[in-house]
T-cell receptor, first 117, second 113 residues
């Protein structure tokens, strides 16, 4: 396992089109997180999954955004009817949480850079 | 709401010198975790160091150490013997239990040869 993998690395799309990103976490990690990072800013939380359950969604995640993790392994983030304001780096991270065992940070992927023109 | 503030958008340091990056946070929780992440240009975020709030001892990882002042809600990162490879964006982050992590806006560190 070489870490968290995100595809594609770059995506250019026209405004109004739909896009889908994929994240493959570290195989034994049960939690998967999506963040959005705009230029010059820190990552902003979007949503996270524990196994296949989506446990929390940020108010940043409008109804045009949907995320899934159907089998508790890889996850997809879809943006419908893209807008120029959606242009950002979309980061995925994973971690392992077991009961009361605390985990200490995420392993991040390299991100998918979305440009909406 | 929990917030993380990094008041230094940019910092520079001479190679082999020491630099300190500042971070403050706002929370009403007593048990939480603090992190510093490094993000080199066009590369992924890498965990530099972490601190558990219930531990009084400051965390250290080789040339990286923190000054954790819980009462002041301050969590600064000290990089000793700076190297050219330390040049990156540095993000301070805060996390309660196993919930999501909140990041500051980042500090861009330049290392001058």
């Amino acid at each position: 396992d070489t870490g968290v993998s995100q595809n594609p690395r770059h995506k250019i799309t026209k405004r109004g089109q739909n896009v889908t990103f994929r994240c493959d976490p570290i195989s034994e990690h049960n939690r998967l997180y999506w963040y959005r990072q705009t230029l010059g800013q820190g990552p902003e939380f979007l949503t996270y999954f524990q196994n296949e359950a989506q446990l929390e969604k940020s108010r940043l995640l409008s109804d045009r955004f949907s995320a899934e993790r159907p089998k508790g392994s890889f996850s997809t983030l879809e943006i419908q009817r893209t807008e120029q304001g959606d242009s950002a780096m979309y980061l995925c991270a994973s971690s392992l949480v077991r009961g009361l065992l605390r985990d200490y940070g995420y392993t991040f992927g390299s991100g998918t850079r979305l440009t909406v023109v | 709401a929990q917030t993380v503030t990094q008041s230094q958008p940019e910092m520079s340091v001479q190679e082999a010198e020491t630099v300190t990056l500042s971070c403050t946070y706002d929370t009403s929780e007593s048990d939480y975790y603090l992190f510093w992440y490094k993000q080199p240009p066009s590369r992924q975020m890498i965990l530099v160091i972490r601190q558990e709030a219930y531990k009084q001892q400051n965390a250290t990882e080789n040339r990286f150490s923190v000054n954790f002042q819980k009462a002041a809600k301050s969590f600064s990162l000290k990089i000793s013997d700076s190297q050219l490879g330390d040049a990156a964006m540095y993000f301070c982050a805060y996390r309660i239990n196993n919930n999501d992590m909140r990041f500051g806006a980042g500090t861009r560190l330049t290392v001058k040869p």
